[in-house]
C-alpha cells in the first residue's frame, strides 16, 4: 500500500501549503467515506501475554484480522482524509482532488468523486506513471458510498487493484501484491467483507474469501476461507477456519481443510476453545466425517464458549 502513503502525504501537503484553489465540496462527500474506526475490526485483547501462552487459533484470528483490518482501514482513512481538504476542481457533480505529485514521485495520483444526488457517491482513486510520456490514468482503487441510511450506518464497497498500482509506479509497488480485492462494508450491520482473486508465486491462482460480524457487545464471529495450493500436489486445497467469541473475550476456532492432497477423503476438522485469559481450554483434531479424533483431545469441550464446531460455507 505504499502508493496509498504517499498519495496521501501529496494530498495533505499540497492542500495545507493552499497550492489548490479553496472551493468547497459538498460536506455530505465528507461525511459519506467511513472513517477507518467506523470499519475497524475489533478483538479482545491479550497483547501483553506471551504466544507460549496463547490459544494459537487465537493468535491466527487476530493476525487474520489486523492483516484484513489494517488494508481496509487504509485505503478508507486515504479517501476520507482527502476529501476533508478543499477541492481542486468541479465540474457539475464531480469533484476533483489533485492531480498531485512531488518533483522525484515517478506516478501522479488524483481522486474523483461523483455525487449521485441521493447520497450515494462513487469514487475513484487513480495515478499514471512519469515513466511513461503516453501514459493515462488508470483506476488504482475505485468504490462506491451509500449515505442514505444516515450518519455512521451508511455501507459500500471498493476494489483494490494491486495490478494497476505496480503499472503506475513499479518503483515504490510491493513486489509481492498482486491481483484484486473487493472489500464490502456495512457500518448498521457491523459487517465486513473481502474477496481476494491472486496468484501465488509459481503463478497459480488463489481465492479467498474473508467475512466478520461484530455484535453491539463486542462479540464477535469471524470467517475466512482460502483455495490453493498447499499440499505440493497438482490439485488444490480448501481451508475454512472459522472463529467466534464472546464479550468476555472467550472464544473457539475450528479449522477444516479438505481436498488436494489432505490424506483423509473427508477431510479434517481442528477445533480450538480459549478462555477469558486467551490460554487454550480445549484441542482436538477430528476426521471430517466425524469418524474419529486423530490423537488424544487436550482439555474438555464443556469448557467451550461454543458447545460445538459450527461450520458455514466459505463466505
Known amino acids: 500500500m505504499n502508493i496509498t502513503k504517499k498519495f496521501l502525504v501529496a494530498a ?20 459519506a467515506i ?5 470499519v475497524s ?11 507460549g501462552q496463547l490459544a494459537e487459533f487465537y493468535v491466527t484470528t487476530r493476525g487474520i484480522t489486523a492483516t484484513f483490518n489494517g488494508g481496509s482501514a487504509w485505503v478508507l482513512v486515504l ?42 457517491y ?5 495515478g499514471k506513471s512519469k515513466l511513461d510520456a503516453n501514459a493515462e490514468f488508470e483506476a488504482i482503487i475505485s468504490g462506491v458510498s451509500d449515505a442514505s ?33 473487493s472489500v464490502t462494508y456495512d457500518l448498521a450491520e457491523r459487517a465486513l467483507a473481502l474477496h481476494i482473486m491472486t496468484t501465488d508465486d509459481l503463478g497459480a491462482p488463489v481465492q479467498a474469501d474473508y467475512a466478520y460480524q461484530e455484535g453491539a457487545d463486542g462479540s464477535g464471529d469471524m470467517v475466512f476461507g482460502i483455495e490453493g495450493d498447499m499440499g505440493g500436489g497438482a490439485e488444490l486445497e480448501q481451508a475454512l477456519i472459522r472463529s467466534r467469541w464472546i464479550a468476555s473475550g472467550e472464544g473457539r476456532a475450528d479449522v477444516a481443510l479438505k481436498g488436494g492432497n489432505t490424506e483423509n477423503p473427508a477431510g479434517v ?25 486423530f490423537g488424544a483431545a487436550e482439555g474438555s469441550e464443556t469448557n467451550c464458549a461454543f458447545a460445538e464446531a459450527d461450520m458455514p460455507d466459505a463466505p
Not at 462513487?122 to 487513480?126: G, H, M
Open 12 to 31: 495533505a501537503t499540497l492542500s495545507l501549503t493552499a497550492c489548490i484553489p479553496q472551493e468547497q465540496p459538498s460536506t455530505a462527500i465528507q461525511k
Open 34 to 38: 467511513p472513517t477507518s474506526e467506523q
Open 41 to 51: 475490526i475489533k478483538l479482545p485483547g491479550g497483547q501483553d501475554r506471551t504466544i
Open 79 to 120: 479517501i476520507h482524509t482527502i476529501v476533508q481538504f478543499p477541492v481542486t476542481t468541479v465540474a457539475g457533480n464531480q469533484y476533483t482532488w489533485g492531480p498531485f505529485s512531488d518533483a522525484l514521485d515517478p506516478a501522479e495520483y488524483k481522486l474523483d468523486v461523483v455525487d449521485n444526488g441521493d447520497e450515494t
Open 122 to 126: 462513487a469514487w475513484t482513486l487513480s
Open 149 to 181: 441510511p444516515g450518519e455512521n450506518l451508511g455501507n459500500g464497497n471498493f476494489l483494490i487493484d494491486f495490478d494497476a498500482g505496480k503499472r503506475v509506479n513499479p518503483i515504490d509497488a510491493d513486489p509481492e501484491a498482486r491481483g484484486q480485492v
Open 269 to 293: 476438522l481442528a477445533s480450538e476453545c480459549w478462555d477469558g485469559q486467551f490460554k487454550r481450554s480445549f484441542f482436538a483434531v477430528l476426521a471430517g466425517d466425524n469418524s474419529g479424533v
